[in-house]
């Protein structure tokens, strides 16, 4: 018998299921289908809601994943075995529905037993709405890595916000970006799981007292303004394996207490109102990407998050380990901080492992400094988090005291090791100091962690020499590079079903966990069978692509056509604009009649823009007009298309993705710190046209020159040519680009709309255009011409798709996930207790 920790009620055993007992066959789950559409929803005769079918379904299946994720909860707790959190403000996990059939293989009895009752699986599976909890890279990365981890049977569980709104909608109205509020749960949520019994009490506001205790001084933070963290479980099951993992999302939720001084004088509104702010914290998603906001709210939301997995973790762990040891608890945990937004964390274990659990100073910090590990994921200075240490101060006194005392340690082994360099102290302090003194948080991530990683080649390498240089020099050991990944599951399996099921026929199956068996298709590419039945897949991609396009932008693609396709957040780094002007440059090739060998292409891009971003928007209304213009010349006809996709998404991905012949990754070398949809791209036999940046690097090193398109500046050679770049020369000195800007100039774009572009121009004309576009036009334009000459002989096209995709073993996020445990968790796999 066991017991219930506060109510005391005896569980009797005979409540408990221990053994699997629900079917996995079509006319069980129709069945259980049927009882909760029935009696768990209240569904009646005047239901007309497709979503009660979806959440019905959902249900019947989250009570199978319920059995495996017991089994596997007490396997982790039977072997006490080692785990990591990965604290992450994002998780972008898009949709479950299909990727939980796959995981379990019943796609096959869950579409017999939908149709049994009268529908169809892939209405249903429309129904369900992305669980967009992530703007982009960062956020996407998160959740394709739980997917490996439960895939490897590794003991690690993600913690992130419940943001009640997700990144937002994006409708394009006159050719700009709108805004909607993403209320992804006003429908709830049926994977999620409330466990009101695991909340915890965060901590904001009030002040430090130092109190004599006898035996030394303690810091007590009292007077505080609390919120409770309640968690919400989200299964994440791994591939047929029987593991289920966890992925705990925080809810902020007013503590039950009123404010009492406000309730008694009769201000009842104004005590609600307190409850409102507390409840803010889960609210929404910032939506900004690669730049930071200085928002204190945001501020709220990361200590939040810190607080309360890291509570979570000393919450088990005192239960496990009676007495309050915590000499194994470095050897047993480890912390993985996505980015420095939950660097914080690292302060918190300190507070806790001191003022909580009355550690001295330099075992707590022996403790921390063994468990935390941080991952940057850019080198843009923009992005780089910096909070006010007023603020600071205000929000969390006690966590702003640890940090002045972990810095004031930190600059004194500087000191020590460097004597008299005071310029190298001002650098590699934890504050900056100046008018307004801030906290620098990849500051605090560095001095706080064991270790430090990039992710990708290149950009580990430049964090070394650049930005992060004092503290390589300092500690050269902690730094390492993790090359991203995605997950194949997801991005091939699911979203390419004629693909796979061609691999499968190939190779057999066993490729979804081990992308290295993929590299004997290459032997294939002589086989000319194989060749058309690659072509045809794909075309059948292209088919379901352009339907996406013509229903969502009302542009109609031939899917013989080059499908030319750029969708990622919408940067200037990113260099959506070299893409526009290259189109301009084939219009205007199409005007003057300049089509001999002419390839019919369709480019499309997609991407959101933060809200608060300027040009970024402006840009997408610059794309917009642009593909109007072109759209509609008759002159122009099937020959070229350009749309810009509304909404870009997991869910978009899935379709975009498999559809796609050339992959455009071309940012400015040294600023995208790896990318991953160029891995999504890759799997699914795209070629990637772009520059050696991030893991572009490690793409063209897998395929070899001759499959990829590389075109553009070096990082080096972008730092040198900074120092005289001459755009107005390159102009002059380029027929084709002249002719381009000529009609940027002549506002050919922009008829009625007079000056709309003209910071966009600007900044390409200018000498300090930090992306240095108009530098890599005439390589960029001549590599597409390489890629639409390729594209002419289908039978080349199609073995430079298939040794791109036999290439892609390195970018499964089973292998970036594989070496995190090999050099930073060091976890153990647990297999399932009852195997499936
Ligand atoms: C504080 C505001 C903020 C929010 C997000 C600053 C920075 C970010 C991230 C760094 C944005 C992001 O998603 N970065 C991307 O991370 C991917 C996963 O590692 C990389 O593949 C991309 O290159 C990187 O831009």
Redesign the pocket.
Known sequence: MAKDEKSQILLPKSLLITERELGMDASSIAADMRRHFNHTLGCDKHSISAHHVYEALVIALRDRLMERWKSTHYSYQDKQCKRTQYLSL?FLMGRSLGNTLLNLDIQGEVEKAVSALGLQLEDVMKEERDAGLG?????R?AACFVDSCATMQLPVMGHCIRYDYGIFKQRIEQGEQVEQPDHWLACGNPWELERTEFQQRIRFRGRVERVDEGQGFQMRWVDTDDVLAVPYDIPIPGYRNGTVNTLRVWKAVAVEEFDLTQFNAGNYAEAVAGRMHAENISKVL?P??????GKEL?LRQQYFLSSAALQDVMRRWLRDNKGGDFSRFADKNCFQLN?T?PAVAIAELMRLLMDEHGMEWDVAWEITTHCMAY?N??LLPE?L?RWPVRIFGELMPRILDIIFEINARFLSEIASHWPGDTERQARMSIIEEGGEPQVRMAHLAIVGSFSVNG??ALHTKLLKEGLFKDFYELWPRKFNNKT?GVTPRRFLALSNPGLSELITETLGTGWETDLTKLKDLRSKSEDGAFLRRWREVKRHNKERLAAMVEQDCGVKCDPDALFDVQVKRIHEYKRQLLNALHVIHLYDRLKRGDTADWTPRCVLIGGKAAPGYWLAKRIIKFINNVAEVINKDPAVGDLLKVAFLPNYRVSAMEIIGPGTDLSSQISTAGK?????GNMKFMMNGAVTIGTLD??NVEILEEVGEENFFLFGLTEAEVTTTRKNYDPERIIREDEDLSRVMQLLDSAHFNQFEPGFFDAIIGSMRNPGDPWMTLADFRGFVDAQQRAAQAFRDQDRWTKMSIVNTACCAHFSSDRTIADYNRDIWKLTPVASETPC
């Open positions: 994002e703007n982009g890279g960062l956020g990365l910032y900004n990407d690669a730049s930071e906001s945001r980015d937004h991952t994921h850019t992005a988090e992710v990708a991203n995208e710190a790896s990318g991953t991030g893991a």
